[in-house]
Every structure is written in structure tokens, then in C-alpha cells.
């Protein structure tokens, strides 16, 4: 073991019993919360060994845990935060709602409106409202499948897309399942999904054009759609390497294979018009939740006329609280009063900010770390070069990142217990709380170097 890891060892066991030791009354109510929940969490994400923090409440950039300790938020509701809390608007917007009818399973006039603006905004020619980037990517790929008449699908290696069964394969596989860099297996996440699904979800390496031309070119007739992330964002971020989207882009239209954009996370955060114009590469179906509800339950997927007309022709779009005024209001307000362009402009300044603080502490101390500035979205990720598929990932130094999380925490910065995430940084978000991200963060780099 070198040095750098065993020092990780050492801060990652000392920060993690201080951060136990602040967190008691996350302890105690863990204890009560998993005799009604399992894991004592709403979600499995949410989970943390030997508890998770529980949180009280969210103001600006800032959340309060159940202790009373408070934080700046770089967590930010995995994504989905890019208002910050309590944002003013959005609690109008909200309340008005409420006052006014929270649900009638009814298309209002606000969610008419909603569609516009997601429409405007992402390009899309119509769109269909789901409650969670899950339902988004499950009726795309129903689509994709009904239009093309095709049953078998494609994803790439290490990329998730919510939990229905036909994208749960190569998420996270262990290098032992995994297959060859030339040919990935599809593995599953999860006990429970029937074996038989694994025939219909094949998987390629992200950045490799030449890797999906050849699986198309082998058996491009059989492939309903390539679904994506056109930037990875469940494994730190990965960003697609010149040409490669217009290259998929391509080979998509040439074998008749629909194109989705998964934008569940990098929608309404990387840019105004999220990754389909940061990288200017359009894909058939697009799909959004995260932060376009505003911090609402909110999803959508939505695209060119003639795959969504096939809705219209009988293929199943539904759900009871599609469209609820309520969400819809959240999401509204978001979008228009407070993710507009110039926006963008402010937390593209605040994103180089902390990651030029990340860069700076690990060149000064020779830390095996990179950085990802992207907009409301970044993350240090603890491999020396970026990455550029899956493979890559599995090369991060895991122990430095299980130093740093607790390190950072301890110091008021909440961040995902998880190494696949990253930050995100708000509209309420000031330069004193990025630096209270990078003072910790260069403390920490600093500690591991001593
Ligand atoms: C890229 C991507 N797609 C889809 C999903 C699923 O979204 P949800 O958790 O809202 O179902 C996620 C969730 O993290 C995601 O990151």
C-alpha cells in the first residue's frame, strides 16, 4: 500500500468516528427508522453503514441535520437542487398550488405551460409528463421499442437509468461478472429480474465509437434504441470525448436505432438547454426529471412528433399523478422565474471557482485526483486522469474517497456518501460557501499529503 493510502486509512478511520460522534441523534433515529423501513431509508440510495444523516431542513444553500449541525448543501437532493431551498418562488408557486387543488388527475393549464417551456427549452417537438426519471427512461424505451417494431435494447457499460428491470444490467458490475473490454456482459444489479431480460439489454463501452459501430453493424436490426447519458454522471462525471455523441448520433440514424438522451441529471444543470446543447448532438427521445420539477417529484421524456404520436396510436403513456398541478407549479417556477439563462452564467462562475480551489489543493500536494467542471455539476474524482468509460472508473483510489467524505462532512460541507455522484452547486449558493468547500477540501488534500 503507498503512502497517500495508508494516510486515507488513518484520516478515514479518525473522521468517521468523529462524525459518529456528531451525529447521535441521526443514530437514534436510524434505530427506530428500520424497524418500519428497510435499511431505515425511503430509498436504497439514501442508505449509509453504519447510519445515513437524516436531515431537518433545507434553507438557501444551506440543510440542518437532525443534530442541529449545519451545512453547506453539495449534495443537493442527488441533482436535483439546482434552486437551492426554499427557494422563494418556488414556495409561492407551491403554495398557490396547494391552496388551489393539489391534485385532480386532470390536465390543468399550468401543466400545459410546463410543456412549453420543457419543449422551448430542450428542443423537443412534444413531451409526455412522468413523475421520476425511472417512469422517463422505462416509456422511452417502450416507444423506441413500439416504433421500430425491435425488442432489444442497448446501454452503455457503468450507466444507470432507474430501476425498471430492462436498463438494471451494468451498472455497477465487479470486475468478475463484468466480461471482456471487447465484449461486456450483461450483468444485473439486483436479484428478482427475470434472467430472460438480459437477452434484451446489451452493453458497449461510452466513449467507443468503433465499439458501437461494430455492434450495430453486427446486429443493428435487432436494436430498438441506444439510451445514454450524453456526459456520465453516476460514476463522477465523464465527459464524451470530441466527436463521439455526433459519431453515435450517426451510426444511430444509419441502422434505424432511436437515440435516447438520458438528461435525468445533466438536464437543466450542465446548461440552459442541458447536455443536448453543451455538446450540440440531438438525440430522437430525451428524457428529465431531477432538477426541472424544481425539487418537486417531476419527470418527463419527450422528442421528435412521430415517435411521441406513436402515444397517440395506442402505445401505454400513463399515470395517475402525471402532470400534477402541483409539481408541475414547482417545475414551472423553476424554469422560468429562476433557472434562466443568465442563471447559468452564475453558476458556471461558481462551478470553475470550486473546481479551480480542487485543482489547486491537489496539484500542491500531488494528490492522484482530477477535477470535472461542468457547469451546476463537477466532482474530484480520485484517479489522476479523467476518465473515459467504466473501466476507467474502477481505477479510482476508493480509499482516498472514504477519507475524504467523512473529512468534508466534518467540516460542514454535505456531500453523497457515494463515490459515483458529485456536487451540485445552486442559484443560492455564494462564494463563501464554495469556500468553505475548497478551505476543507485543501485541509484535506494537505492531511493526506503529511
Ligand atoms: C441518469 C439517471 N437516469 C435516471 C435516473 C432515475 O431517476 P429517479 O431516481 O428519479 O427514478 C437517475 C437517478 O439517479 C439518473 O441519475
Known sequence: ????????????????????????????????????????????????????????????????????????????????MAVGHAHPKVVEAIERAARTGT???????????????????????????????????????????????RDTILKIEGSYHGHHDAVMFSVVPNTDVMGGRDAPASTPLSRGIPADTARHTLVVPFNDAEALEKLLSDRGDEIACLIMEPVMMNIGIVLPQPGYLERARELCSRHGVVLIFDEVKSGATVAYGGATERFGVRPDLACFAKAVGGGAALGAFGGRA???????????????????????????????Q????????????????????????IEENGIPAHVIDLGAKGC???????????????????????????????????????????????????????????????????????
Open 338 to 361: 429562476v433557472l434562466t439563462p443568465d442563471a447559468y452564467e452564475g453558476l458556471g462562475k461558481m462551478g470553475t471557482l470550486l473546481a479551480e480551489g480542487c485543482s489547486r489543493a
Open 1 to 80: 500500500m503507498d503512502d497517500i493510502t495508508e494516510s486515507a486509512k488513518r484520516i478515514a478511520e479518525r473522521e468517521s468516528a468523529a462524525l459518529l460522534d456528531r451525529t447521535r441523534a441521526s443514530g437514534r433515529l436510524f434505530e427506530r427508522a428500520v424497524a418500519s423501513m428497510p435499511l431505515g431509508v425511503a430509498s436504497t440510495f439514501q442508505s449509509n453503514d453504519p447510519y445515513p444523516i437524516y436531515l431537518r431542513e433545507g434553507r438557501g444553500s444551506h440543510v440542518w441535520d437532525v443534530d442541529g449541525n449545519e451545512y453547506v448543501d453539495f449534495h443537493g437532493g442527488f441533482g436535483t
Open 380 to 450: 474530484v474524482s480520485y484517479r489522476p486522469q479523467p476518465l473515459r468509460n467504466y473501466r476507467d472508473f474502477l481505477e479510482c483510489n476508493v480509499e482516498l474517497f472514504a477519507a475524504s467524505w467523512p473529512w468534508m462532512v466534518n467540516r460542514g460541507v454535505f456531500m453523497t456518501p457515494g463515490d459515483e455522484e458529485q456536487w451540485t452547486i445552486s442559484v443560492q449558493h455564494s462564494e463563501e460557501d464554495i469556500a468553505r468547500y475548497t478551505d476543507a477540501f485543501a485541509g484535506f488534500c494537505s492531511a493526506l499529503a503529511a
Open 306 to 336: 412521430d415517435l411521441m404520436g406513436e402515444i397517440a396510436r395506442g402505445v401505454a403513456a400513463m399515470g395517475t399523478f402525471n402532470g400534477n398541478p402541483l409539481s408541475a407549479a414547482a417545475g414551472l417556477a423553476a424554469l422560468t
Open 103 to 149: 391534485h385532480f388527475a386532470v390536465t390543468t393549464e399550468t401543466t400545459v405551460a410546463l410543456a412549453e417551456e420543457l419543449c422551448k427549452r430542450f428542443e423537443l417537438e412534444q413531451v409526455r409528463f412522468v413523475n421520476s426519471g425511472t417512469e422517463a427512461t422505462m416509456e422511452a424505451i417502450r416507444l423506441a421499442r413500439a416504433a421500430t417494431g
